[in-house]
């Protein structure tokens, strides 16, 4: 009892935001490398949120599956007020559902190249302000549907200063950023891809994303997102980049998440699978250690299962 008493860090479960695939399909389909997360069907991801909001996990970050006739090279499905995750939104809002609602704004899960954006001339690499464009009027479409907050993560440069002018010029000032400033190229992102159906067809995301063997690049990272406008800033991975989260929370002035990403989650499960760790110890241990290291808000496909042992 004493060390309940003198623990100092506390997670609940108003700091967790579950991540939900959502597909045009009818029926939900098992994600093989994520234990527990299902490609939802919209009737589903609503049913879902109902659920879980009614026990206390409000926080939901919505990410689209789109079937491969859909997708084109420029992700413009993503705008389509009626793919999924737009039409799962205004759904949402109609039912007065009690939820704080995310919306990813990316296009890996909408192009049939598999990148984050426009690709150039070239057709190998992501043409930075072309996107811009994009993110703007996908930004819109998603405030129009009843966003609360939109999550750019492509990592593209100025995409938080796009996202804000779009969004204040459609009179959607109200609606908030948060910014995936410090995200890694990263091996963990694995079994996202499998649940977002967003395989790269060739070359990878090191043009946009970080290397992490910079140890000091998220400063400049942030200091730009939050100069053009994010209200929160996302590190990502989570539990490999302590280290980072701690620098980022005590250089931020808005509010810092983490994200315990897929290929964290999954090796968790892997681990337990075969007896060597106890599930539900290392799940606590590890969101506690986010938590500790200064991440206000933590994005967890484990958020549902949290909710229960904390
Ligand atoms: C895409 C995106 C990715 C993740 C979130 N948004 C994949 C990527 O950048 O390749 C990964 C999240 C996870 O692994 O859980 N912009």
Request: charged residues 25%; hydrophobic residues 45%.
């Amino acid at each position: 009892m004493i060390r309940d008493a003198v623990a100092d860090v506390v997670v609940s479960p108003s700091d967790l935001i579950l991540p939900l695939f959502i597909s045009d399909a009818e029926d939900d389909v098992p994600v093989a490398s994520l234990p527990g997360v299902e490609q939802l069907c919209v009737r589903s991801a609503l049913r879902t949120m109902h659920d879980l909001s009614s026990s206390g996990l409000k926080q939901f970050m919505l990410f689209g599956v789109t079937v491969a006739d859909k997708k084109d090279s420029i992700g413009s499905y993503a705008a389509d007020p009626d793919a999924p995750v737009n039409r799962t939104m205004a759904a949402a809002r109609d039912g007065g559902l009690d939820v704080l609602l995310y919306a990813d704004l990316c296009f890996c899960e909408y192009t049939d190249h598999g990148h984050c954006g426009v690709l150039g001339g070239d057709s190998a690499t992501v043409d930075n302000d072309r996107t811009l464009e994009r993110l703007a009027i996908t930004a819109k479409v998603q405030a129009d549907r009843g966003a609360d907050v939109i999550a750019p993560s492509g990592m593209m440069d100025g995409q938080v200063a796009a996202v804000r002018a779009a969004l204040d010029g459609a009179r959607h000032g109200d609606v908030a950023i948060l910014s995936y400033a410090v995200k890694y190229a990263s091996a963990f992102y694995g079994p996202f891809r499998e649940a977002g159906g967003c395989r790269i067809a060739s070359g990878d995301r090191s043009g946009y994303q970080m290397d992490h063997r910079r140890r000091d690049e998220w400063r400049a990272e942030i200091s730009a997102d939050i100069a053009e406008g994010a209200d929160m800033v996302m590190v990502k991975p989570a539990a490999g980049y302590l280290d980072v989260l701690r620098g980022v929370k005590g250089a931020a002035t808005v509010p810092v998440a983490a994200y315990h990403v897929s290929g964290e989650y999954a090796m968790l499960h892997a681990a337990a699978e075969r007896g060597w760790i106890d599930f539900d110890a290392a799940l606590l241990e590890v969101t506690h250690a986010i938590k500790r290291a200064g991440a206000d808000q933590i994005v967890t496909y484990a958020a549902p299962r949290l909710l229960g042992l904390l």
